[in-house]
T-cell receptor, first 111, second 112 residues
Framework: KAGVTQTPRYLIKTRGQQVTLSCSPISGHRSVSWYQQTPGQGLQFLFEYFSETQRNKGNFPGRFSGRQFSNSRSEMNVSTLELGDSALYLC??????????FGPGTRLTVL | QKEVEQNSGPLSVPEGAIASLNCTYSDRGSQSFFWYRQYSGKSPELIMFIYSNGDKEDGRFTAQLNKASQYVSLLIRDSQPSDSATYLCAVNLGRSGYALNFGKGTSLLVTP
């Protein structure tokens, strides 16, 4: 089975711009979660989607949003980018409660 | 604020020794516990999960859970240099869903 895929792998943006990241889960997985990873804060939960509905949300500002499509693919959007948004954004998919499986991540750099 | 705490390390062990990685969590209602391994520049990889008090073994890895003490550990037997990585402890974030609350990880170095 193919793993979780994320596109693009690398992005460079400037402050004030917006960005959309994409995630395709493992086939059959209906839960998709997004995380932000930085050296200082570690892995922080952004949100989780299940069957096109947001099921959980972390403590991030409203500039961070997401959605899930009927085929379980998910996108996350960050508007009005700030320097502090530079991070590795990881998507993870789950079938059951036996853990989440991560994609390779998107490395976002905000200049 | 739900916390998951890990010693950042680095934890250095000689090849062939047992590496012991520890994690504490603050939410007494937590039900699911996970260990991930992350190599530098790579994404986290699930090693194992545990739900019940006691030990769970998978190959060279043993997870131990003590809910009364709010403590989870991971033992790696016969440590190899290829085990050198950051080990992340994670706990289910809420009562529903699969979202996880991660510790900041312990860096493990296995020396030949």
């Amino acid at each position: 089975k193919a793993g979780v895929t994320q596109t693009p792998r690398y992005l460079i943006k400037t402050r004030g711009q917006q960005v959309t990241l994409s995630c395709s889960p493992i086939s059959g997985h209906r839960s998709v979660s997004w995380y932000q990873q930085t050296p200082g804060q570690g892995l922080q939960f952004l949100f989780e989607y299940f069957s096109e509905t947001q099921r959980n949300k972390g403590n991030f500002p409203g500039r961070f949003s997401g959605r899930q499509f009927s085929n379980s693919r998910s996108e996350m959007n960050v508007s009005t980018l700030e320097l502090g948004d530079s991070a590795l954004y990881l998507c993870a998919s789950s079938l059951l409660a036996g853990g989440q499986f991560f994609g390779p991540g998107t490395r976002l750099t905000v200049l | 604020q739900k916390e998951v705490e890990q010693n950042s390390g680095p934890l250095s062990v000689p090849e062939g020794a047992i590496a012991s990685l520890n994690c504490t969590y603050s939410d007494r209602g937590s039900q699911s516990f996970f260990w991930y391994r992350q190599y530098s520049g790579k994404s986290p990889e699930l090693i194992m999960f545990i739900y019940s008090n006691g030990d769970k073994e998978d190959g060279r890895f043993t997870a131990q859970l003590n809910k009364a003490s709010q403590y989870v550990s991971l033992l790696i037997r016969d440590s190899q240099p290829s085990d050198s990585a950051t080990y992340l402890c994670a706990v289910n974030l809420g009562r529903s869903g699969y979202a996880l609350n991660f510790g900041k990880g312990t860096s493990l170095l296995v020396t030949p």
